[in-house]
């Protein structure tokens, strides 16, 4: 009998516990961006979840790499001040122009709409807010990885632009 | 006799010790020709031009106005219904397969009698489009061939902007700007001090104080 009630009770104590210990987990891992440099700006690409999270967003500018999202992840660019122009492209290619102010952070999202053959990545404005919605969701791309990517894109077209 | 001609001559020769007039100090009243509007001054704005992804491209420009006056200093301010130019930064119609319309805008400038007031960091609420992205992946899941055939025909809303929905800026550099051209704040108008001139210095002057 003695058995029976200190389960109970261990029970329960563990089901009031645990909330309180996923609630601390939640707030420990919540993300902080980094500032941007100094004198520069910087956009935070992000990928809400959901449709066509297989297909990941590579996103150029003047046709070099700069940056490169999967689902539900994030990466942050930096960027000087002034007006750019994003690409991204699968079956269709689509644009966003930016304004990049000093000292601030910009949001640009990349979602994935219907394509005729495989799904087409859609990079549009974002703001902090909707960025905060996401945020709790998100992950960061392993930084390592994609100066990796990105330095073998850069080592491709350049070979492309020899053989041309 | 000889008495009188002493009162005389004492009375001629003047006192060392009466002070000699103070000559009128010039009074000039310091009225600056211009006052500084620092950078980083934020500012409410409001559009003044009907915006839509499906009609605006990117690089159109528009009229803003100030919505509240620009306390600058000493009760002056940049009074409110002052007029600039804002751009559309990006514009994308709404498209098949679901895609909402996008539309971001900035501030260019305001623009006070002949000098322009750069701005930057304009945050609007642009009403965006629909993104009915969900629906048609959900379509073309659901349907097969025929709804994935279908689903690439739904489009997303257009985004839109009204004339008169206000904004959020900033100065995007210090400015001089002339006195002139300000307008003033009575609650907060300080009038200009008059400033006495320093008076002219003779070379047998003595130093009023002298640091030990």
Redesign the interface.
Known sequence: MNIVKFAAVATAIALVGTPAVAKEEKAATAITLPTPKPGMGQVVLFRPGGMGSAIKCTVREDGKMIGRVSGNRYYVIDAPAGTHTYTTKTEATDTINVQVEPDETTFVKCKIAMGIMVGRPNLSPSTEEEWTKSAPKMKPMEVEKIAAEIAKDEAERAASAGAN | MLLLLLAVQVAAVPSEAAPAPTPPVPVVAETPAAIVLPALTNIRLRVLADLASKQNA?GDEFDIELVEPISVAGGYVIPSGTRGRGWV??A?KAR?????G?L?L?ARYLKLGNVEIPL??M?VGARPGK?N??L??GM?VAGGAVG?VA??FITGGQARVATGMEAMAKTASDVELPVALLGRDNRYFVPVQAVAAPAPVSAGSTPVSQPK
């Open positions: 990117t930064i990006h994308d098949f397969g679901g895609k909402a996008e971001l900035g930057r960091s945050k993104d992205g969900g048609a992946m073309a994935g689903s690439m």
